[in-house]
């Protein structure tokens, strides 16, 4: 707390009232971090103290998103990142649906993030259920969208981390129509898409952050930690990425 403030609190006695405290602090809370769905929004505080677990590679990776959406960004102005992998079917709709969740956060839902691969398969059953497990309502639409894999059903999804924050989520391609086609940032979470998709067409800015793929430890005693394990470590940097910008575009605000 700044002395001004804290002046302003204490009064004459230097003594802080709990309910004034209080009060500042809730009117500094953004709109859409209170829209967030409730379990989202505490499980998104807990992942803000601890953004030391955050390694070095992707911190830098971090740091260019940072600088991009800064330069990009433009008050009340739609801005869109696609993140990317493989079979979009874990990384790169953990890593979409955590940087929403980070957006409305730091108060700029505003930031858009999407996801997509370069072979399409299934939204995976695993990632629902680990995005369910900090509060985020997923829901079958009933309907299909094509195919990546002939014999493998791509059934449509919403996802709803908020009141009012909502994608429709499946299995796609990172150019389907239903994602941003120009001008956005390219997130690339995984190693092979990486390597097999050196240009992401109509991206402004692309940017190598791999991770890990929880798909080894399917089936397997640590299933449901080691997809956790990826949700938190993508989730953390994408808030540490936009409580950077949130700091750098009031730093810059007349």
Known sequence: MDPSTFAKLAGDKGQLDPTEVKKCLDA???ESRKSLNPRVASHADMLTTSFDMIDETHREAGEKLVDWIVKNHKPGQ???????CTGNSRRSILGATMGNIAAAYYGMPEIRFHSGGTAPTVFNPRTIAALKNIGVAIEPTGQEAPRGEPKTAN???VVRWGTGMEATEFSKTYFDASNPQKGFAALMVCGEADAACPLVKGAAVRIS???????????STYEALKYAERRDDIGRLMLSVMMQVRNRLDQESP
């Open 209 to 219: 952050m791999p991770y890990l793929d929880p798909k080894i430890y399917d089936d």
């Open 78 to 84: 739609s801005l869109h990142v696609t993140v990317i």
């Open 28 to 30: 500094d809370v953004p």
């Open 155 to 157: 059934p449509t999804f």
